[in-house]
């Protein structure tokens, strides 16, 4: 059992499964029914040979090098170059509504933490960042990169080399939105420095983003989230993060 769990473990890690929700469901699925299926296979074959065997010192001792075996195995550390290997996947629990319909307070969702290191920012991206030295991920939408230009709309709508930024239809059931906790006036129009990227929440009136700090600076972004595995609204389970 505890060989077989680790080659599940071993083959989901190498393979990215977790990084689709179908993936994710099915390996938890594989390790929950594996253990069942061993755990009533040891039971089965207890009940069948109730008789102590003739030569229990010799089957005291392979039983307790079996023991020792397993707990090493299951107890043991995951070694840091696998830790190191499978650092991309992360999952994380949403506390705001800045990025409301797209994600909502209590959405819980898996993100991929090495997706930009081989694949450029796109504007509409949602991505991961780090804004101060906590360790707390912030997530907004990629509204614009370096050169183009950022301006308020005659409309209130935010305009990005003059043409209004257009979300996403959200998956699932409509989310109603709270209203504004966040300044929301005017903020100044601007071109989007080298080497940064302009973020925006898709609650565009209750939103703490660019347009009160700024662009920030690519080296901040740190990965991509990919789908919903848990919301309180059960028609957002599974649900891709456009």
């Known amino acids: 059992m505890a060989l077989s769990l680790g080659a599940i473990l071993l083959v989901t890690g190498e393979l990215r499964l977790l990084l689709t929700f179908a993936g994710l469901v099915g390996s938890l699925l594989l390790g929950l029914f594996w253990r069942l299926w061993v755990t009533g296979d040891a039971v089965y074959l207890a009940c069948k040979e109730r008789a102590a065997p003739k030569n229990s010192r010799y089957l005291w001792l392979k039983s307790a090098a079996a023991t020792a075996i397993i707990l090493l195995l299951e107890i043991y550390p995951t070694p840091d170059f696998l830790l190191n290997r499978w650092a991309y996947f992360r999952a994380f629990s949403i506390p705001s509504q800045s990025m409301c319909p797209t994600i909502c307070i209590g959405d819980r969702i898996v993100a991929n933490m090495d997706a930009y290191k081989t694949v ?100 901040a972004v740190k990965g991509k989230p990919l789908f919903i595995y848990w919301s309180p609204d059960h028609s957002r389970v599974s649900c891709k993060i456009w």
């Open 120 to 219: 450029g920012l796109q504007r509409g991206d949602i991505i991961l960042f780090d804004k101060d030295e906590s360790n707390a991920k912030w997530i907004k939408r990629v509204a614009a990169i370096a050169g183009d230009t950022v301006a308020p709309g005659s409309n209130g709508e935010i305009l990005v080399n003059g043409k209004p930024i257009v979300f996403p239809r959200p998956c699932g059931k409509a989310v109603a939105v709270t209203a504004s906790q966040v300044s929301t006036s005017p903020f100044e129009p601007m071109k989007v420095p080298p080497g940064t990227v302009y973020l925006i929440g898709d609650n565009v009136d209750n939103s703490y983003d660019s347009r009160h700090f700024g662009s920030i600076p690519m080296t």
